[in-house]
């Protein structure tokens, strides 16, 4: 495996680098409780005391960046990210960048500057938008995309199930989007991506069980 570090992997360190270096130079200026969890309008629902409460979104995010270096190195032989190590890093970029990008939100409305309601939901919603582009991309693997029973079981299987995931993920970071910018209901854009998830796993059984007949006739 290539062990030089990929454009997206040094892109990655800086912005979760530089979140927790953003949050620890303004860290007296933060409110205690910190708003650790806003609503789509924008109005702060769930509160962190510090000195954890500033710092629980950059450092989930700093854990999630292990992985990107971590599992490829221990993926199992027949499972390995290699084949798509690129696409593995650009998914990992997208929600890495995503889940920054929520961070710094919310630091800009603890400090009372104006964040438009549903501002929040933009990053997460190009995230899927990315994720679904490229899941198609990807090979049998333990740690990203529609991992069944069914879809580790098959080649054919795993590749017709992430066309369609792909497919629906997009669809679903585009009402995403599209709720976060007219105001609508949000739960109609949570629902909409759940409802990708369980599509896309109920497919993958399908794919299979055709598969199963197409081979015994």
């Known amino acids: 495996m290539n062990r030089r570090l990929s454009g997206y992997r040094l892109a990655s360190l800086l ?3 530089g979140n927790l270096l953003l949050v620890a130079v303004l860290y007296d200026r933060l409110p205690d409780p ?4 806003i ?3 924008g109005v702060a629902v769930g509160f962190t005391h510090k000195p954890f409460g500033p710092f629980v979104t950059p450092l989930i995010t700093a854990v999630a960046l292990l992985g990107m270096f971590v599992l490829p190195r221990i993926s199992p032989k027949r499972f390995r990210v290699d084949k798509f190590l690129r696409v593995f890093d650009t998914i990992y970029f997208a929600s890495i960048a995503g889940s920054v990008s929520v961070s710094v939100l919310g630091v800009l409305a603890a400090l009372g500057v104006g ?6 939901a933009i990053p997460i919603s190009l995230a899927l938008i990315v994720c679904g582009n490229f899941l198609s991309k990807t090979t049998k693997n333990f740690w990203l995309g529609i991992r069944t029973p069914w879809t580790l079981a098959s080649d054919e299987v795993w590749l017709k199930t ?3 995931a792909g497919a629906l993920f997009v669809g679903a970071g585009l009402v995403h ?3 976060a910018l007219t105001g609508s209901n949000p739960h109609l854009s949570t629902l909409v991506v759940l409802l990708a998830i369980v599509a896309a796993v109920v497919a993958s059984y399908v794919f299979y ?3 199963e007949h197409q081979l015994e006739d």
Do not use: I
């Open 209 to 211: 069980r055709r598969l």
């Open 115 to 120: 964040v438009p309601p549903g501002m929040s």
């Open 34 to 37: 910190y708003p650790t969890r």
């Open 39 to 41: 609503d789509s309008n």
């Open 162 to 164: 992430h066309r369609l």
């Open 177 to 179: 989007l599209a709720t």
């Open 15 to 17: 912005l979760v680098v």
